[in-house]
């Protein structure tokens, strides 16, 4: 997958990527496919999400780290040496972002503290992603996905009523945190072409948790009472929920009293629209385990893609419930290009589609160090200051 020339909304933007693993890489992933030129910076041990497999894609790349990093160049530097911290300066002085998630501390311990990058480089957008912030109580403890889905209370709200909190099917925590970088980077450059300044966009996992448990803060806030787990139900809509249907599961959506109707109209149940425990939906809330019981036996008895097709052509909200396979081979899904297949490269769509430019999976992955000659003398580097550079470990070069 050879990478065009760069288009998009961000097509004059350079970033300069030192992070890792999910939040920081995804977040820069999201610029480079809108245009953006973004450089990631790895160490000679490698992002740590290379080995996070199987499966893997190549020898030295798993299917983790290759979702998460395409359309960026690859240069590899060791910083704990002084001619790779210098390098680090050369870096920052041609980027116009900074996207990095080190533990606190680490860039001001290489010369490169807050401070200093505001006097050298004021025109950097500074994005730092951490765990906990770098101050307070948690300031500078480390934290990943899991970590903070516990601490942040998305555990205790997530997994059936009887069973244990569990953790959300996916690292929803590290892939909003890297939405909102992306969100703030953007804010960040805006004001930067009225100001002409840079400045620190401040993400942490514990902030997206915490902004991730509406309704439930919304609820604890006005009552003080702690939610509970619910399962696939909405503690303030009924029905609203998966059911068994003959052939697999079903998720229906009653969420107003016209939909309600609709529903049971479908499923050969009216009687239940006149039933004043459903009269209403704060009703078939307060209700909603012996509403449960009257919808599952009709439910039972259909096939869920049928079901939901005749629950939708009345406007009633309903799928199957598709597995990851499914989702990804819908027509749907593919008509609206979430699924990127070319040059040997497969991965997922761009989800923020723009009309007059629009964003391109523009390359692969790069293997680690793939791009470090180029980059190195594109700065004004020799080919022998180059040669010099990886023979003394500083640089890793795969060319």
């Excluded at 050969?268 to 809330?285: I, K, W």
Aim: glycine share 10%; hydrophobic share 40%; net charge negative.
């Amino acid at each position: 997958m050879t990478a065009p020339e760069p288009t998009g909304s961000l097509r004059d933007v350079r970033v300069l990527d030192l992070s890792r693993i999910l939040a920081g890489p995804l977040c820069t992933q999201m610029l480079a496919d809108h245009g953006a030129e973004v450089v990631k910076v790895e160490p000679p041990a490698g992002d740590d999400t290379r080995a996070w497999g199987p499966p893997f894609v190549t020898d030295s790349m798993s299917a983790y780290h290759s979702a998460i990093n395409r359309g960026k160049a690859n240069i590899c530097l060791d910083f704990g040496s002084a001619e790779g911290r210098r390098l680090l300066g050369e870096l920052l002085a041609d980027a116009d972002v900074l996207v990095e998630n080190f533990k606190a501390g680490t860039l001001a311990g290489w010369g490169y503290s807050d401070e200093v990058l505001v006097e050298r480089f004021p025109e950097l957008v500074h994005c730092r992603i951490t765990g906990f912030g770098t101050d307070g109580p948690m300031g500078s403890t480390p934290g990943y996905d899991a970590i903070l889905q516990a601490y942040g209370g998305l555990m205790s709200i997530n997994g059936e009523r009887s069973g244990p909190p569990l953790r959300v099917g996916v690292p929803i925590v590290d892939v909003v945190t890297g939405i909102y970088a992306f969100s703030g980077i953007l804010l960040a450059l805006h004001d930067r072409h009225t100001t002409g300044r840079g400045q620190l966009v401040d993400c942490t996992l514990l902030d997206t948790a915490i902004s991730l448990l509406h309704p439930h803060s919304a609820a604890w806030l006005a009552s003080g009472e702690v939610p509970q787990r619910t399962g696939s139900a909405h503690p303030s809509i009924a029905p609203y929920d998966t059911f068994d249907a003959a052939d697999g599961l079903i998720f229906i959506s009653g969420g107003n009293d016209r939909l309600f109707h609709a529903l049971v109209h479908v499923l050969g149940v009216p009687e239940l629209a006149a039933d004043p425990r459903f009269a209403t939906n704060a009703d078939r809330v307060h209700h909603v385990e012996a509403l449960r019981a009257l919808l599952a036996e009709p439910i039972a008895g259909r096939n869920r893609h049928e079901l939901a097709e005749a629950l939708l052509a009345r406007g009633v909200p309903a799928t199957a419930v598709h597995d990851v396979g499914e989702a990804l081979t819908d027509p749907q899904v593919r008509h609206r290009g979430m699924v990127v297949e070319r040059d040997g490269y497969r991965g997922i769509g761009i989800p923020i589609k723009l009309d007059r430019t629009p964003g391109s999976a523009r390359s692969a992955p790069r293997e680690q160090g793939a791009d470090t000659r180029r980059i190195l003398t594109a700065l004004g580097y020799s080919e022998e200051e180059v040669d010099n550079l990886v023979q003394a470990d500083i640089a890793l070069s795969r060319l």
